[in-house]
C-alpha cells in the first residue's frame, strides 16, 4: 500500500500560480505511476497529469496542458520523494479539490488508481 500525502492547496487569484506537492512513501511505491486528479462540486473527479516514478515519461490532460507541469523529485538520501504539480495562468474553473493518485496503469482513469492522498483545496477567486 502506497501512502500519500498533499499539501500546497490555498486561495490565489486568477492569473496567478500555486505548486502543490504529493509526498510519497510505502513499500514498492515506485513501481506506481502517479497523477493528479482533481474533483468540483456536483462533478466528476478529472485526471489533471501523470508521471512515471521509473522513466521519463508524463502525460497531461488537454485543459490543462501549457499551464500545468507535472514533476517528481528524490531527497538526497533517497529516503523522501514527492510529486509536484506547478499550476501557472491560473483560472476560475481550476478550483477544485485537487488528489494525488498512485496506480500500476499508464492512465487517465481514475479507476486505475489504487491509492489516493486526502485532497487539498485549490481556489482560484478575486
Known amino acids: 500500500q502506497v501512502q500519500l500525502v498533499e499539501s500546497g492547496g490555498g486561495l490565489v487569484r486568477p492569473g496567478g500560480s500555486l505548486r502543490l506537492s504529493c509526498a510519497a512513501s510505502g513499500r514498492y511505491f515506485t513501481d506506481y505511476n502517479m497523477a493528479w486528479f482533481r474533483q468540483s462540486p456536483g462533478k466528476e473527479r478529472e485526471f489533471v497529469a501523470g508521471?512515471?516514478?521509473?522513466?521519463?515519461?508524463?502525460?497531461?490532460?488537454?485543459s490543462v496542458k501549457g499551464r500545468f507541469t507535472i514533476s517528481k523529485d528524490f531527497s538526497k538520501d533517497n529516503t523522501k520523494k514527492t510529486v509536484a504539480l506547478q499550476m501557472n495562468s491560473l483560472k476560475p474553473e481550476d478550483t477544485a479539490v485537487y488528489y494525488c493518485a498512485a496506480g500500476s496503469k499508464t492512465s487517465s482513469y481514475s479507476s486505475d488508481f489504487e491509492s489516493w492522498g486526502q485532497g487539498t483545496q485549490v481556489t482560484v477567486s478575486s
Open positions: 508521471i512515471s516514478w521509473n522513466f521519463d515519461l508524463t502525460w497531461t490532460s488537454a
